[in-house]
């Protein structure tokens, strides 16, 4: 058997974590069993459904690199996969209109009204509300006038009353559904658009998926869909829902916990690699409890049985550490070439005027500092700024005696040198002579030399500057 999976996003707002977690455990899945990898945008939400929010689904699955093997752009030989051309081409409509004639749908006449009414009654009554089934009583000559007259309807799906509907989870156990307690469901509205149950299980079919990878909170319609495959003679997926993605609070992950648009992290500077091995360990764990792992490595590891049943913390502080471990582990030139597209206009020009050698040292030796590479833009005005922007900042600069002690030894202690190994040596021996552990004397000098408490490894802003104009910034500071 091929596997055949499908991402299947409404494109009713920008592509947010959740969502791109369950791209990533279909794309993996995919490659893992060298199966095909399907995108079918589900935009039958005529008024919610933007393109750009299509655009940006497209973006984030271009950044982690999940390209279709088909979808709306690289078609394929299931489409149309955008599901509004489906409707266009009737495709809803004749399977609705099938399931008429065969008894197992019917024509809704009964109005919002209507409906409210009867939830309602029920409520007095003190039972739950299943939808009463009134117009599948109607004759045909009836339903033909209400038709003829142009009154609204929607078309609903026949449940079989007094079963229990049973199937295997390819995360969880068996779960079972008491079919008593649901309504008829609608397959078209009255609009002429299918309901969500219905278009996702004409397209599966359709589409010959094989493994309906997706959130659990889809579980819940499964005795719907599941009645559908019956009613339509479809052969069934296996299906896999994953846990939920939660806050800290462990409430369900939303905007409240942060940034949930991916392309915001994208812009935040974010490495593809550690979001998508984040993104990985998010509901799934390998064997070996292995933290980072490399595309292939997910790939070669990433298997159904391993996804979690419970649900999954979204930690930012552990996102921001792997993406540190990705920023110092990429290669050299990705790295530059990265990094530069991050710098803000204002920084390009400047380093743009800068020798190849200390642009070079300028970016490199922030590495170590940064959490995300937009960080950059707050590190590298060490080395653009000019020698008045220095003197306004370090003028709020209060040195206390000991940090006046160590820059006024350090200053008759590295008159003579010449190299930046010299300094440094000069810098290690007062730690010595002071008896000073490296804290202490490294921290005044960055403050003096830098005006600043933390930054570039001071050797780095040495060799950037050299030995006159670091001593000469000492003796003005202090
Ligand atoms: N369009 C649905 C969603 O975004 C797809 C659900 C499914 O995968 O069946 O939730």
Request: with cysteine; aromatic share 10%; proline share 3%.
């Amino acid at each position: 058997m091929t596997v055949r999976v499908r991402f299947a996003p409404s494109p009713t707002g920008n592509l947010h974590i959740g969502t791109l977690r369950a791209a990533l455990f279909n794309w993996l899945f995919a490659k893992a069993k060298k199966g095909t990898f399907v995108l079918r945008i589900e935009d039958t939400d005529r008024e919610r459904s933007k393109p750009e929010f299509e655009t940006n689904i497209y973006d984030g699955l271009k950044w982690l690199g999940f390209t279709p093997d088909e979808g709306p752009l690289e078609g394929g030989d299931f489409g149309p996969y955008r599901q509004s051309e489906r409707i266009e081409q009737g495709v809803y409509h004749d399977i609705a209109d099938r399931l008429i004639k065969e008894g197992k749908a019917y024509y809704c006449f009964l109005t919002d009204e209507d409906i409210q009414r009867e939830k309602e009654s029920a409520i007095k009554k003190g039972i739950p509300y299943v939808h009463s089934r009134k117009s599948s009583e109607m004759s045909e000559s009836e339903i033909k006038n209400c038709l003829s007259e142009g009154k609204p309807y929607a078309i609903r799906f026949k449940m079989t009353e007094d079963k229990i509907i049973t199937f295997k989870d390819s995360v969880r156990q068996t779960i079972e559904f008491d079919c008593s307690l649901i309504s008829d469901f609608v397959l078209m509205k009255s609009d002429g658009t299918p309901s969500y149950n219905f278009a996702v299980v004409v397209d599966d079919a359709l589409m010959a998926i094989t493994h309906v990878i997706r959130g659990e909170d889809h579980i819940s319609n499964m005795p719907r869909q599941l009645s559908l495959y019956e009613a339509l003679g479809y052969k069934v997926p296996e299906f896999a829902h994953l846990p939920m993605i939660l806050g800290p609070d462990k409430s369900k992950l939303s905007k409240r916990h942060g940034a949930t648009a991916v392309t915001e992290y994208r812009d935040q500077g974010f490495l593809k690699e550690s979001f998508m091995n984040y993104l990985a360990l998010l509901g799934w764990s390998p064997k070996d409890e292995q933290e980072l792992l490399s595309e292939d490595e997910l790939v070669s590891q990433f298997d159904l049985d391993r996804v979690h049943k419970s649900g999954a913390v979204f930690d930012i502080k552990k996102l921001v550490w792997m993406n540190g471990q990705y920023i110092r582990q990429i290669s050299d030139s990705q790295f530059s070439t990265l990094l530069r597209s991050y710098l803000s206009e204002d920084y390009q020009q400047k380093l743009s005027l800068l020798t190849e050698e200390k642009q070079h040292l300028a970016l490199f030796s922030v590495r170590d500092n940064l959490d995300v590479l937009s960080d950059i833009n707050t590190y590298i005005d060490v080395f653009l700024e000019t020698e008045s922007d220095y003197d306004s900042k370090s003028k709020d600069i209060v040195l206390n005696d000991d940090q006046r002690t160590v820059l006024s030894s350090f200053l008759s202690l590295s008159k003579e040198c010449k190299s930046s190994e010299e300094f440094m040596g000069c810098l290690n021996s007062i730690c010595e002579s002071l008896s000073l552990g490296k804290g202490k004397v490294f921290k005044p000098v960055r403050l003096a030399v830098t005006a600043r408490q933390s930054g570039p490894f001071i050797g780095d802003v040495l060799a950037f500057f050299g030995v006159d104009r670091l001593r000469e910034r000492i003796q003005r500071c202090l």
